[in-house]
Nanobody
Framework: QVQLVESGGGSVQPGESLRLSCAFS????????VGWFRQPPGKEREGLSC????????FYTESAKGRFTISRDNAKDTVYLQLNNLGIEDTAVYYC????????????????????????WGQGTQVTVSS
């Protein structure tokens, strides 16, 4: 089974940026839709952005539009999430999630259907924004 490993989190000040990475353990990014989610302390998990490893199509939720950018590097089997102009409200554990393109589109993963038992989660990476 594929494993996902997130990295790139850390502690930053308001207004700064971070780039999160989600690396696949196998060379199969083309077969997956990948989403970034986050869970702030004491709150429910929310979706941010999704990308198709197959065709690069993307979807952004309202929480991510304007400040976050998702991208992929199929040669490295890695998906990135660029976080710009971070605010205190962005403090959370950030997770990546992957599900086969057979079962999900980017719109379904981020917009409507959400995650399921068919997909895989990474272990999460902590982002802390404080002054």
């Amino acid at each position: 089974q594929v494993q996902l490993v997130e990295s790139g989190g850390g502690s930053v000040q308001p207004g700064e940026s971070l780039r999160l990475s989600c690396a696949f353990s196998k060379q199969i990014l083309d077969d997956y839709v990948v989403g970034w989610f986050r869970q702030p302390p004491g709150k429910e998990r929310e979706g941010l952005s999704c990308i198709s490893g197959k065709d690069g199509s993307t979807f952004y939720t309202e929480s991510a539009k304007g400040r976050f950018t998702i991208s992929r590097d199929n040669a490295k089997d890695t998906v990135y999430l660029q976080l710009n102009n971070l605010g205190i409200e962005d403090t959370a554990v950030y997770y990546c999630y992957a599900e086969s393109v057979v079962f999900k589109t980017v719109q379904e993963l981020c917009g409507t259907g959400g995650t399921s038992a068919m997909g895989r989660w990474g272990q999460g990476t902590q982002v802390t924004v404080s002054s």
